[in-house]
């Protein structure tokens, strides 16, 4: 499956962003769908994942409150929804595709990556 993020962009501190990954080239309602993000000279972090009906979702402590994940298997779409953004989340985010039974917050885990978009939070 091919993976295309966007949405990203400057905002500043307390602003909203909303990030988009559009699939193609599979069944889109097979895959769990997850978004990680890596900031300058840090390891890729994980920041939230849904599973293929949409029903479950699963955060990270550091975006829980301020982050949606939510998917339109419609539009084989899967959104990222960031408000009261901070510094600290200024990152590349990238959107990633797995097959595991369960959603999980590991980045091996998952088989496919978008290009990632970069965030850029002013203080």
């Known amino acids: 499956v091919q993976l295309q993020a966007s949405g990203g962009g400057l905002v500043q501190a307390g602003g909203s962003l909303r990030l988009s990954c559009t699939a193609s080239g599979r069944t889109f309602s097979n895959y769990n769908m997850g978004w990680f993000r890596q900031a300058p000279g840090k390891e890729r972090e994980f920041v939230a994942a849904?599973?293929?009906?949409?029903?479950?979702?699963f955060y990270a402590d550091s975006v829980k409150g301020r982050f949606t994940i939510s998917r339109d298997n419609a539009k084989n779409t899967v959104y990222l929804q960031m408000n009261s953004l901070k510094p600290e989340d200024t990152a590349v985010y990238y959107c990633a595709a797995c097959r595991t039974i369960a959603i999980v917050p590991i980045a091996g885990s998952y088989d496919y990556w978008g290009q990632g978009t970069l965030v850029t939070v002013s203080s």
């Open positions: 849904i599973s293929r009906s949409g029903g479950s979702t």
